[in-house]
């Protein structure tokens, strides 16, 4: 990964400190006993860690959750050299003028609004970035990518005192070869009807945790011109992980003692995501090396999941943050 974004283990490494104390980290103090994901992996011998999140928790369990709002926008918003404008949505960024950059804007009211820089920043996601660029031809359509966190879920029946109770085991568990990962999915009441196909039952809700197994995709995927519709075909050994990864995680949900909400389906045969990224990577050829600002015009900087050379494996926003950092 290091070596995909032409940059040092130090800096990158650096720049991960930085991003864990602006997230204020820390672990929920709790006793692996106490979830599934844990004593299946203990069983099968894999290595399992209770993950730091944007929380910091307190002796009894409650927490205080740290996001984006609160660690970055609310002291942006008391600048004096920042605004924000809400409601508009970019549709041209005009880069003819060698002095200026002129990004015409889209309102609530309809009109339009045309803002004036020397530098831009882009943030606008992992389609929209891309979308952006190659629509005002700062990018080729040809150098965009795609690439997703493809997910297989089963929803278990474990005790109502394990973790995860509506809201995920902070376990993990990987296989040695650090190819397939495990964890648990938020279980709302919501979240598990939309995976279960049904309405759980409210005496059952206490018991339902909802688990998942992944992988790293490393098929063909891109934008389709004009349009910025993502598209993705799947190589055969992600076909291949598919298969691995559910039977995986039944030895792991078997191991930990658990059954299952829906023994018909055991795991779920859809696959899902819910990250996506690599649209524009940094190794794509779009960028001046060693930097996220384009060969087309060094005054904007793409600053967003768009850059990753591939998929991480795990939750990609501290790993998002902290390439554009160092980058």
Known sequence: FI????????????SQDKVRKLLQLSQMKVSSDDSPIARGAEQLGYEFQNIPRWRTYKENSDFTQHGMIDVVWNDLSKKDNFKFILNCRVHKIDAVDKDVLRIHCGNSDGNTIVLKSRNLIM??????????????????????????????????????????????DPFQTWTEDRKFKFWSAVSTPGLLAINMGRRPEPAELPTLRSIYGSFVSNGKG??????GIPFYFPSSEDRENVLQVSSLMEELITASGSTYASPNQKVKKGISTVHIFGTLPIDSGAYIEGTSRLKADSRIQVSDGSLLPFGPGVNPQGVIMSLCDAI
Request: net charge positive; charged share 15%; aromatic share 6%.
């Open 123 to 168: 943030a606008a996601g992992a389609i929209q970035t891309p979308k952006l660029l190659c629509q005002n031809g700062l990018a080729g359509w040809g150098m965009t990518n795609f690439q997703w966190h493809p997910m297989v879920r089963a929803i278990i029946k474990t005790s109502p005192t394990d973790l995860g109770l509506h809201d995920v």
């Open 222 to 227: 891109g934008l389709v011109p004009k349009t």
């Open 3 to 14: 070596n995909a974004s032409k940059l040092s283990q130090k800096i990158y490494r650096d």
